[in-house]
C-alpha cells in the first residue's frame, strides 16, 4: 500500500500570522494602547510594512538577497521617517506609524503600477501586427 504525500508549505500560514500580529501592533499603537505587546508587535509592523513593499519592488534578486536589502531597506526608511519627524518636532508614536503606513502604500502602488504598465508593453509586443 502506498501513502501518497502532498508537499504543503507553511510559508503562507506563517505569513499571515506575522501579517496579523503585525496590524495588531499598529492598531495597538494607534489607540494608544497600554498593552505590553504593543511595542513588540509596532516594532514588528514598523520593520514589515515597508519591508514587504520594498520586496515587491525587488523581484529581480534571489529570495536571500531580496529578504536582506528588504530588511536593510526597511531599516533605512524608518530611520529617514524618523530623522525627519524630529527634524520638524513632529515626532510621535502615531504620527510615525501613519508615516511608515502611508509610504509603504505609496510603494506597493507603484510597484502595481508598474507591472500593470509593463504588462501591458508586453502584450502589446507579443500581439502580432495585421497585414492589411
Do not use: Y
Not at 494607534?30 to 519592488?57: E, N
Amino acid at each position: 500500500m502506498q501513502t501518497i504525500h502532498t508537499k504543503t508549505s507553511s510559508l503562507p500560514l506563517l505569513a499571515g500570522a506575522v501579517t496579523a500580529v503585525a496590524l495588531t501592533g499598529a492598531l495597538l499603537a494607534l489607540a494608544d494602547s497600554a498593552s505590553p505587546l504593543r511595542g513588540p508587535c509596532s516594532l514588528l509592523f514598523l520593520l514589515a510594512a515597508p519591508a514587504t513593499a520594498l520586496a515587491a519592488a525587488l523581484r529581480g534578486l534571489d529570495p536571500f538577497g531580496r529578504a536582506l536589502c528588504a530588511l536593510a531597506g526597511s531599516v533605512v526608511v524608518n530611520m529617514l521617517i524618523a530623522q525627519g519627524m524630529l527634524a520638524v518636532h513632529r515626532w510621535s508614536v502615531r504620527g510615525g506609524v501613519v508615516a511608515v503606513t502611508v509610504l509603504s502604500l505609496l510603494l506597493l502602488l507603484l510597484v502595481v503600477v508598474r507591472e500593470r504598465i509593463s504588462g501591458k508593453r508586453t502584450q502589446q509586443r507579443a500581439t502580432p501586427a495585421k497585414v492589411v
